[in-house]
């Protein structure tokens, strides 16, 4: 299993990508609520970039699989 079918499936790892990314948000003083639009506004980043940037991340995390069971030596 890759790490977008558990981050899909698993809402145990939802809601811990969602406390890192806070978390992340915070150490950087950004503001997360509101609309997109609004959040790009208030960070001053481009938003078309923002989903570039999220289509990115989505196929790196489709890329990267997650250990199975078993010794990892």
């Known amino acids: 299993m890759n790490i977008q079918e558990e981050l899909k499936e698993n809402k145990l790892s939802m809601i811990a990508m969602h406390l890192i990314i806070r978390d992340n948000a915070a150490q950087i003083d950004l503001s997360l609520k509101g609309t997109v639009t609004e959040i790009c506004r208030k960070a001053c980043v481009n938003r078309t970039q ?4 999220k289509s990115q991340i989505n196929k790196a995390l489709g890329q990267m699989t997650l250990p199975g069971p078993g010794p990892h030596c």
């Open 50 to 53: 923002v989903y570039e940037q």
